[in-house]
């Protein structure tokens, strides 16, 4: 059974800190997805990675994806009250293949940026 | 362009009925997945749709629970002789169905059985 976990579970930052979430997961897979939730609201596609060493950039966000480690990392650079929110990785449970289905969510972060 | 819409937003029942929970995919695509979000239990999936393949229904908890998906678009989720555990948002998403793009979630359904 696929497990993916992230750490930290709880991250409180200062502003114009810089800080990355990691994002372990347990069995062979080459794509990986993060997604943001504010409170209330559903989930928001934030990256999708879809090979070994990718990388992708989105303002003060950038993930990256190993999959020889089975890591993927989300870095945040100089943080902004606006990034407070819960941030989810999630992994496809079908690599390989053309049918991609159930993806498998780590815990979720829930990120404070304060001032 | 429209998203992912699920109705109603909130739905309150009493323990022992049947609720449905709708969700109409964005259109055009073809892959449809139910998930649920709860506080002990995090983001579990469903079920899911694809084209006209059988559905994977491996991450139905019960078989309380089923789903269709009619024409290929809109979905309803039947949850029968609810339980106080069934207490959660409902996230439908859907997705173009090539290999490996974002699944696109809708603003959910939430679920309080008394």
């Known amino acids: 059974e696929l497990k993916v976990e992230q750490n930290p579970l709880f991250l409180s930052m200062q502003e114009g800190k810089n800080y990355t979430i990691y994002c372990n997961y347990s069995?062979?897979?080459?794509?990986l997805y993060w997604y943001r939730q504010d409170p209330g609201k559903s989930l928001e596609s934030l990256f999708v990675?879809?090979?070994?060493?990718a990388v992708k950039q989105e303002g003060r966000l950038m993930a990256s994806l190993d999959t020889k480690a089975r890591l993927s990392t989300l870095h945040i650079t100089a943080a902004v009250h606006d990034l407070s929110a819960t941030y989810f990785c999630a992994v496809d449970s079908s690599p390989g293949g053309t049918s991609y289905g159930k993806l498998t969510f780590g815990q979720g972060t829930i990120l404070t940026v304060h001032p | 362009g429209a998203g992912v819409s699920q109705s109603p937003s909130n739905k309150v029942t009493e323990k022992g009925k049947d609720v449905e929970l709708r969700c109409d995919p964005i259109?055009?695509?073809?892959?449809l997945y139910w998930y649920r979000q709860s506080l002990g239990q995090g983001l579990e999936f469903l079920i899911y749709f694809q084209g006209n393949s059988a559905p994977d229904k491996s991450g139905l908890p019960s078989d309380r629970f089923s789903a269709e998906r009619t024409g290929g678009s809109v979905s309803t989720l039947t949850i029968q002789r609810t339980q106080q555990e069934d207490s959660a948002v409902y996230l439908c998403?859907?997705?173009?169905?090539?290999?490996?793009?974002?699944?696109?979630f809708g603003p959910g359904t939430r679920l309080t059985v008394l």
């Open positions: 259109s055009g695509h073809t892959a």
């Open positions: 069995t062979t897979s080459d794509r």
């Open positions: 990675l879809l090979s070994n060493g």
């Open positions: 998403a859907s997705s173009p169905g090539t290999s490996g793009g974002p699944r696109y």
